[in-house]
């Protein structure tokens, strides 16, 4: 049994935890980060309880190691003829070497994968990873695992066109990659999701989520030949239930069951967790576990790793105050589940815990982290949890504040508070975009307006004031609020440097 994509067989299988848990923040030191983009897609790596590593997307990639106790800044590695390297995602080697793979442009508006290996510096592995030179060929949503033989195993997706071109699963040998197999999923939906295990028989499992929406749920296996479907009757029954199905967490035990957790939204604002086991024969719900005060349908990210053969899931979702905070829980004896850590989080005021990533440390150790925007302007948190010591109790975090009492009610508030926080920088940028394309902003500044003002969660009051009295869509309201934050500004320039550059 392995954890997909972050660790070796040898160290997960020697992870033991004992109750009761302690926990110590391990923070970054990313400095200020953009705490309005709407995700950062963090990945984590790590290399027994003493070393670990992080990998995000912040406009650009940024990697930080920590080891010997201090974190350091890890350059983006450069490459002839690749630009605009983006998506980091990192893995550890069992050997403790960690693997990176980075997507950037190419030619003929191609973007292919890039995986290197660090040696003291970055070392390319190979040719880069894209099965077509066809312009417009789009390599997505890598993903890394380990064979028997230590050498990384990635799974990606391709589009071209902005159609389905298909999965795709290729392993270095030492010299060159070495692709096994083709999966042409059904469906128009491209953006996949792929995630993969390598079991203890050193047999390659692959599940996706596909279709309209991605509202189905595959999982393959390869054989040595060709990708086998596993269960897909059994697990479509399971897993199409008509809401959009997201972040698909694979494992599989030492007795050969799969493990499959998932979440599923049938509207916005949220989702359920729900998690499958094959035994062999058919895909079989299997009872998730709940936050003590958690609110139903809403989580909001989720990862699942094994500790001894049985799964460990953190996931995050709100609790009775609207807040989202983190939560630990371990399938333990009696098929039931324990929660390990409650409630968590690290930023004051008001939480919203989000993709969560797993880890394992050593044999009393594992490490968690997630994205969390707070007052500190920054968002990327580490922690450690390990068996807390003799006489020691577990750290309290900081104070919630109920985030519904912090949205703005009109239109006029939200633009407001949003002007009050920028930055020159910020406001020259926007003086100098025309009202009309302001479009350009919807899938990042207006994702973070969505997010932040509780667009997606309810705050009708606000939504009715961008519709004049009648309810819009959150989109729609979004831009509203973009385009008053932009009237602010033609109107009141004056305290701004002479490069403003007004735009009418």
Known sequence: MCIPAFASCERQQALALSSPLCWRSLEPSTGEQDIGLATTEPT??????????????EGEPRILRWAQKRWSNISIPVRAGAEMMRYPVLAMAPS??????????????????????????????????????APFTHAHEAR????????????????????????????????????LGTLKPEGEEYYLSPTMFVDAANRVWLSWREGRYGKRLRVARWDGLSWQDVGRASLQKISEDGGMLNEPSLAVDNKGQVWLLWLSSKKAGGSSLLLAKWDGTDWKNVTVPRA??????????????????????????????ENHHLFVAEWSAGDQWKLQLTGL????????????????????????????????SRRTRLIQVYSCGTGEAALAPPKSIIERETWPKSVKEAATKIVSELDDESKIRLLKTKKEDLIQYHLSWGMGIRNSFGLLRGNEELLKSCGKGKSVHPDSCSTAIMEAVWNILQETPSNLPQSKGRQK
């Not at 403790?96 to 592995?125: D, M």
């Open 44 to 57: 984590l790596a790590t290399n027994g309880a003493e070393e670990a590593w992080l990998a995000w997307e």
């Open 96 to 133: 403790g070497v960690p693997i990176l793979a980075v997507s950037a442009n190419g030619k003929e508006g191609t973007s292919a994968l890039h995986v290197a290996r660090w040696q003291g510096a970055w070392q390319w592995l190979g040719a880069p990873l894209l099965t077509s030179s």
């Open 144 to 179: 890394i695992a380990f064979g028997s033989n230590a050498q990384p195993i990635v799974a990606w997706s391709e589009e071209r066109h902005v159609k389905l071109a298909g999965l795709f699963v290729a392993q270095w040998n030492g010299a060159s990659w070495q692709r």
């Open 292 to 321: 003590p005060d958690g609110k139903d349908a809403t989580v909001w990210s989720a990862k699942m790793m094994l500790r001894e053969g049985v799964p460990l899931i953190a996931w995050s979702q709100a609790d009775s105050t």
């Open 345 to 376: 989080h690290v930023a004051e005021g008001v939480s919203n815990v989000t993709d969560v990533n797993l880890a394992p440390g050593d044999v009393r150790s594992v490490f968690v982290s997630w994205d969390e925007a707070g007052k500190d």
